[in-house]
């Protein structure tokens, strides 16, 4: 604490953005006695993570399941950390039931591992030395995260780190840090198994944003191994919302201040060291600047672009641009009433509809289904949520967008009801998200979703780092290593927290 180290003034530590990145690391801060301000357009914290309600149903807006819960996991350290509860929870069992066109049954992915193991066996006969592969690849690389590397690593401390963290088993890594899932597949005589692509493509897609033929192999081991004991996807209590609130009470608890509906304008930045942001305030109009010791921008690279502007260090605006497009994503929220619902249904299913069409635009569906008494819908009812990836410019150029939103909804309405017993009766509410909204309501460029495709060039140790060009400026949030989801949002900013701290 630098209360205990005699420091008379606090630095200042100004967070941009109040996602899950964004909370955990100006949480974190706050408890080690900085004095953090955290900022966000929204009304509500939590970012792609949070929640909204109509008529008695929480509908989680973009995230719907959590890692990184049980113990040595990410949000159970940071929680143990703050001095918190970890918030209610279940592990998702299966964590995914997956359905393949005209298949009436599920791929259903296990948390217990022999069980997982024999499911894979029995629907992908031959293909057990491939999964074996992925198995001892996640052993290794869990093994050398659990050791806290940094990666990429911008400087000496950070090189030492993560030379602290590797150890004999991480070497056997190295001959696969360039090899896709793709060549893991043609290696192993299965790159013509249509059933298996698709699958490996619907669960990759959720993760790493990209298929099977692109995502890093060393990527995709982590992705596909976490659903399996001792660790595991997890449904919360309540709603997504419930890791925010308890994020948003450690910090205010230890001197931390929120402010919603602010919108920060510009990072300001003199003799390539970030001094602070300039500030408006949405109610009021005022603009203001707020003067910092250190800047974290919990936002995507291309808004850190834009808040930069001609600050950006020029080599690293050339990398952003150059960055694949990423995906957007249509989303159904849908309040029903539960006869709708199967019996024994998974809270979590995906949906393929044709072996040609694309993972997206309503070809494929992810679909989270509240369960009984977890507090997202009234007695009696459920509330289905089903997204689809979609090109962000399919939805910024189009001719109509009513109608095209019109036309998706039908649409996924009608895939839906293949599996649920939906009717207009059945329906008590319905509404519907496109890029548009997420770029309204999150202020993410373009509205995109789900962080930077995992692929070789961009994964781990050759991605976006905490550490920026501009020093004090930070970048925590799905932009950086280890991608998407709130587990790997909550590594960055443990990482971003490690370094600041090692600096002062």
Same mark, same amino acid.
């Given at each position: 604490?630098?209360?205990?180290?005699?420091?008379?003034?606090?630095?200042?530590?100004?967070?941009?953005?109040?996602?899950?990145?964004?909370?955990?690391?100006?949480?974190?801060?706050?408890?080690?006695?900085?004095?953090?301000?955290?900022?966000?357009?929204?009304?509500?914290?939590?970012?792609?993570?949070?929640?909204?309600?109509?008529?008695?149903?929480?509908?989680?807006?973009?995230?719907?399941?959590?890692?990184?819960?049980?113990?040595?996991?990410?949000?159970?350290?940071?929680?143990?950390?703050?001095?918190?509860?970890?918030?209610?929870?279940?592990?998702?069992?299966?964590?995914?039931?997956?359905?393949?066109?005209?298949?009436?049954?599920?791929?259903?992915?296990?948390?217990?591992?022999?069980?997982?193991?024999?499911?894979?066996?029995?629907?992908?006969?031959?293909?057990?030395? /491939?999964?074996?592969?992925?198995?001892?690849?996640?052993?290794?690389?869990?093994?050398?995260?659990?050791?806290?590397?940094?990666?990429?690593?911008?400087?000496?401390?950070?090189?030492?780190?993560?030379?602290?963290?590797?150890?004999?088993?991480?070497?056997?890594?190295?001959?696969?840090?360039?090899?896709?899932?793709?060549?893991?597949?043609?290696?192993?005589?299965?790159?013509?198994?249509?059933?298996?692509?698709?699958?490996?493509?619907?669960?990759?897609?959720?993760?790493?944003?990209?298929?099977?033929?692109?995502?890093?192999?060393?990527?995709?081991?982590?992705?596909?191994?976490?659903?399996?004991?001792?660790?595991?996807?997890?449904?919360?209590?309540?709603?997504?919302?419930?890791?925010?609130?308890?994020?948003?009470?450690?910090?205010?608890?230890?001197?931390?201040?929120?402010?919603?509906?602010?919108?920060?304008?510009?990072?300001?930045?003199?003799?390539?060291?970030?001094?602070?942001?300039?500030?408006?305030?949405?109610?009021?109009?005022?603009?203001?600047?707020?003067?910092?010791?250190?800047?974290?921008?919990?936002?995507?690279?291309?808004?850190?672009?834009?808040?930069?502007?001609?600050? &950006?260090?020029?080599?690293?605006?050339?990398?952003?641009?150059?960055?694949?497009?990423?995906?957007?994503?249509?989303?159904?929220?849908?309040?029903?009433?539960?006869?709708?619902?199967?019996?024994?249904?998974?809270?979590?299913?995906?949906?393929?509809?044709?072996?040609?069409?694309?993972?997206?635009?309503?070809?494929?569906?992810?679909?989270?289904?509240?369960?009984?008494?977890?507090?997202?819908?009234?007695?009696?009812?459920?509330?289905?949520?089903?997204?689809?990836?979609?090109?962000?410019?399919?939805?910024?150029?189009?001719?109509?967008?009513?109608?095209?939103?019109?036309?998706?909804?039908?649409? &996924?309405?009608?895939?839906?009801?293949?599996?649920?017993?939906?009717?207009?009766?059945?329906?008590?509410?319905?509404?519907?998200?496109?890029?548009?909204?997420?770029?309204?309501?999150?202020?993410?460029?373009?509205?995109?979703?789900?962080?930077?495709?995992?692929?070789?060039?961009? /994964?781990?140790?050759?991605?976006?780092?905490?550490?920026?060009?501009?020093?004090?400026?930070?970048?925590?949030?799905?932009?950086?290593?280890?991608?998407?989801?709130?587990?790997?949002?909550?590594?960055?900013?443990?990482?971003?927290?490690?370094?600041?701290?090692? &600096?002062?």
């Amino acid at each position: 604490m630098f209360s205990s180290r005699g420091d008379r003034w606090p630095p200042r530590v100004v967070v941009v953005g109040a996602g899950i990145g964004g909370l955990t690391t100006g949480a974190l801060l706050a408890h080690c006695g900085y004095s953090v301000l955290v900022l966000d357009q929204a009304i509500v914290p939590g970012g792609c993570a949070s929640t909204f309600k109509r008529r008695g149903f929480t509908f989680d807006v973009g995230a719907t399941q959590v890692a990184g819960l049980e113990a040595g996991g990410i949000h159970r350290r940071i929680f143990s950390e703050l001095e918190i509860d970890l918030p209610e929870a279940t592990p998702c069992d299966p964590a995914c039931a997956v359905y393949l066109p005209g298949e009436a049954e599920p791929i259903s992915v296990w948390r217990n591992p022999q069980r997982w193991q024999a499911e894979r066996q029995r629907q992908f006969p031959g293909s057990e030395p /491939f999964w074996q592969l992925l198995t001892e690849l996640f052993r290794y690389s869990w093994a050398f995260q659990s050791r806290n590397p940094v990666l990429p690593p911008r400087n000496i401390w950070d090189l030492w780190q993560l030379t602290k963290a590797v150890r004999a088993d991480t070497l056997l890594t190295l001959p696969h840090t360039f090899s896709t899932v793709g060549d893991a597949l043609r290696a192993n005589r299965l790159a013509d198994n249509q059933r298996l692509r698709a699958f490996l493509d619907l669960q990759l897609k959720l993760y790493s944003q990209v298929d099977a033929e692109s995502t890093a192999l060393l990527y995709a081991a982590t992705a596909l191994g976490v659903s399996q004991h001792p660790h595991g996807l997890f449904h919360l209590k309540g709603s997504m919302q419930a890791l925010s609130d308890r994020l948003v009470e450690a910090l205010k608890r230890d001197g931390g201040r929120l402010l919603m509906r602010h919108t920060v304008e510009q990072i300001q930045v003199e003799a390539g060291k970030a001094t602070g942001v300039i500030i408006r305030n949405q109610k009021t109009g005022k603009v203001w600047t707020q003067p910092a010791d250190q800047v974290i921008a919990n936002v995507t690279v291309q808004n850190l672009m834009s808040l930069l502007n001609e600050q &950006a260090p020029q080599g690293y605006q050339h990398r952003v641009s150059k960055l694949p497009p990423a995906s957007g994503a249509f989303v159904i929220y849908l309040g029903v009433d539960r006869a709708v619902i199967p019996p024994n249904c998974p809270p979590h299913l995906q949906f393929l509809y044709d072996y040609d069409g694309p993972i997206g635009e309503n070809n494929s569906l992810f679909v989270s289904v509240s369960q009984p008494g977890d507090g997202r819908a009234p007695e009696g009812q459920a509330t289905l949520i089903a997204s689809s990836f979609t090109d962000p410019q399919l939805w910024w150029h189009c001719a109509d967008y009513e109608a095209l939103k019109r036309q998706y909804t039908e649409e &996924a309405i009608s895939r839906l009801s293949q599996f649920f017993h939906l009717t207009e009766a059945t329906i008590v509410h319905q509404e519907a998200a496109t890029p548009l909204t997420f770029a309204h309501y999150t202020a993410r460029a373009q509205g995109v979703v789900g962080g930077i495709g995992q692929r070789v060039p961009t /994964f781990g140790p050759f991605g976006f780092a905490t550490r920026t060009p501009i020093r004090h400026l930070w970048l925590v949030g799905d932009s950086t290593h280890p991608g998407e989801g709130t587990a790997g949002v909550s590594y960055s900013a443990l990482t971003a927290v490690r370094q600041i701290e090692a &600096a002062s």
